[in-house]
């Protein structure tokens, strides 16, 4: 391996992550057509993902202990996942996803209160930066109040929150539990949003279930996309463990770019004038999160470095875990 793979294959990883979030929408979309309602695609995926993090790392996992923590962090997995496939499949893929996008906003809000991190002005300049991308994307004269227009967006808006508080609740559990493996957080994660999307399917009539000729097709997406999505969370872990969290931070929008090229090619949705500026505020947040986050780094007194708010721990031993679907 040369010297310049070497030192790029990290970010290529990382960017190899995000272009699956930005494609994964598309078998949630297929399965839907198949009959497969937007919940129980998130819960089927969901557990296959978690028997493939259990089989694979059975010798790095131990015996889970019960802690309030791991419940909080199971429910906001779910809701993230629930979240976002279900506005994925009834919404437009692009404003759903400019809407989940909205985590620093959360992040701030949420790490306040639970992580009892001081909520500086700049935390909130970059929490109204963020909305106000929100705004002007959802703001019309027609429409009237800039809220999201239908409940796929409502479900974007709502998996982001649960998002950000999966990501606050990560640096909680590696301060109180701090013997818990990475692959602990991550069976955790998707074994959480498997529990909650059962439940939610409950609620969610099946109007059309799989044929019994779709039932194979649909038996192999599911299990190929758990597979798929275990496994490119390892490999984004891998990346993550050598790139600076600020860095892989700007990286992961790139996800942004993967979801508005296949949302154009796939499903000929064209993001407006509204949605390019409002996505660029929020990218712009999202940006300037990092480069906050990096410049206190750098004026903090030496000593042990805490996970960062993104959930990912210091340079020597970083992990970290999304669980989307």
């Known amino acids: 391996m040369t010297r310049g793979l070497h030192n790029a294959w990290p970010t290529l990883a990382i960017m190899l992550g995000a272009s699956v979030w930005g494609l994964v929408w598309y078998p949630m979309r297929m399965l839907a057509a198949m009959g497969l309602t937007g919940t129980a695609a998130?819960?089927?995926?969901?557990?296959?993902?978690?028997?493939?993090?259990?089989?694979?790392?059975?010798?790095?996992?131990?015996?889970?202990?019960?802690?309030?923590?791991?419940?909080?962090?199971?429910?906001?997995?779910?809701?993230?996942?629930?979240?976002?496939?279900?506005?994925?499949?009834h919404g437009q893929v692009m404003r759903v996803l400019l809407l989940f996008y909205l985590t620093p906003a959360w992040t701030a809000i949420f790490a306040h209160f639970i992580l009892k991190d001081r909520l500086t002005r700049a935390d909130a300049a970059?929490?109204?930066?963020?909305?106000?991308?929100?705004?002007?994307?959802?703001?019309?004269?027609?429409?009237?109040?800039?809220?999201?227009?239908?409940?796929?967006?409502?479900?974007?808006?709502?998996?982001?929150?649960?998002?950000?508080?999966?990501?606050?609740?990560?640096v909680r559990i590696t301060r109180t539990l701090p013997a818990m493996k990475a692959e602990m957080r991550t069976a955790v994660i998707f074994g959480g949003a498997a529990l909650v999307a059962s439940l939610a399917t409950l609620f969610e009539p099946m109007p059309t279930p799989p044929a019994a000729?779709?039932?194979?097709?649909?038996?192999?997406?599911?299990?190929?996309?758990?597979?798929?999505?275990?496994?490119?969370?390892?490999?984004?872990?891998?990346?993550?463990?050598?790139?600076p969290a600020n860095r892989a931070s700007i990286i992961m929008l790139f996800e942004l770019v993967v979801t508005a090229l296949s949302s154009w090619l796939f499903a000929g949705e064209v993001p407006g004038p509204r949605e390019w500026a409002g996505g660029a505020c929020i990218v712009a947040a999202c940006v300037l999160s990092a480069w906050v986050h990096r410049t206190r780094a750098s004026h903090a007194p030496s000593g042990p470095e805490p996970p960062d708010i993104a959930g990912r721990e210091p340079e020597s031993k970083k992990k970290s875990t999304r669980a989307m679907v």
């Open 126 to 170: 970059l929490s109204l930066l963020s909305l106000a991308g929100a705004v002007t994307m959802l703001w019309s004269p027609e429409l009237g109040m800039p809220l999201p227009a239908d409940l796929a967006e409502w479900a974007g808006l709502v998996g982001g929150m649960g998002f950000a508080m999966s990501n606050v609740l990560v």
């Open 42 to 89: 998130s819960a089927t995926t969901s557990g296959a993902a978690c028997v493939f993090v259990l089989l694979v790392k059975r010798r790095s996992i131990s015996t889970l202990s019960w802690h309030w923590l791991l419940v909080a962090l199971g429910v906001a997995a779910g809701v993230t996942s629930i979240g976002f496939v279900w506005g994925a499949i």
């Open 213 to 243: 000729a779709q039932l194979p097709a649909v038996t192999l997406i599911v299990i190929g996309l758990g597979i798929v999505l275990a496994a490119n969370n390892v490999i984004v872990q891998v990346g993550l463990a050598r790139v």
